[in-house]
T-cell receptor, first 112, second 115 residues
Framework: DTGVSQNPRHKITKRGQNVTFRCDPI?????LYWYRQTLGQGPEFLTY????????KSRLLSDRFSAERPKGSFSTLEIQRTEQGDSAMYLC??????????FGSGTRLTVV | SQQGEEDPQALSIQEGENATMNCSYK?????LQWYRQNSGRGLVHLIL?????REKHSGRLRVTLDTSKKSSSLLITASRAADTASYFC???????????????FGTGTSLTVIP
């Protein structure tokens, strides 16, 4: 296991289209997080899973966003009806406890 | 909303010099972490310091925490070109809406180490 894997690395989509990103965490980590990072800013929390349960969601996660973690393994983040403001880097992280996240390399989304 | 704020926003130094970055935050915390991010990549965890600790070392990194001033500093000694990256502090928060399962990141310091 070499770390947290995110796919795709880059995604360009037209406004109004749906997109889905995948995150494969470190296998023994039961905590999984999604963050969003825009240019020049630090990451902002989107949502948190413990095993398969989604325990926290940020107000940033509008109705167009949905995240899942079936069977407590990989996770997907879907954005429906994308808008230009959704353009950002979407980062996934996993951890065994509350400290010391391991981040993936992120998926850079560009909405044109 | 961002809980932390790094200072300076950008820092450029010569290889071999020391680099100091500061982080200020707004509310009481349990712990503070520092992360590094190379351009276009994910973040790498560097060091965690708990609220009852004042200083911590890891290799060429030294972190201090002053809870009375709500600030932390990251010192990188004998910098190398490979240290070029953005550095972020991240805190949990006892004040902002948080159950302890998320961290608030600052806006980052962009460090350039010139060979």
């Amino acid at each position: 296991d070499t770390g947290v894997s995110q796919n795709p690395r880059h995604k360009i989509t037209k406004r109004g289209q749906n997109v889905t990103f995948r995150c494969d965490p470190i296998s023994e980590h039961n905590r999984l997080y999604w963050y969003r990072q825009t240019l020049g800013q630090g990451p902002e929390f989107l949502t948190y899973f413990q095993n398969e349960a989604q325990l926290e969601k940020s107000r940033l996660l509008s109705d167009r966003f949905s995240a899942e973690r079936p069977k407590g393994s990989f996770s997907t983040l879907e954005i429906q009806r994308t808008e230009q403001g959704d353009s950002a880097m979407y980062l996934c992280a996993s951890s065994q406890d509350r400290y010391g996240y391991t981040f993936g390399s992120g998926t850079r989304l560009t909405v044109v | 909303s961002q809980q932390g704020e790094e200072d300076p926003q950008a820092l450029s130094i010569q290889e071999g010099e020391n680099a100091t970055m500061n982080c200020s935050y707004k509310t009481s915390i349990n712990n503070l972490q520092w992360y590094r991010q190379n351009s276009g990549r994910g973040l790498v965890h560097l060091i965690l310091i708990r609220s009852n600790e004042r200083e911590k070392h890891s290799g060429r990194l030294r972190v201090t925490l002053d809870t009375s001033k709500k600030s932390s500093s990251l010192l990188i000694t004998a910098s190398r070109a490979a240290d070029t990256a953005s550095y972020f502090c991240a805190t949990d928060s006892l004040g902002l809406p948080n159950t302890g399962n998320q961290f608030y990141f600052g806006t980052g310091t962009s460090l350039t180490v010139i060979p």
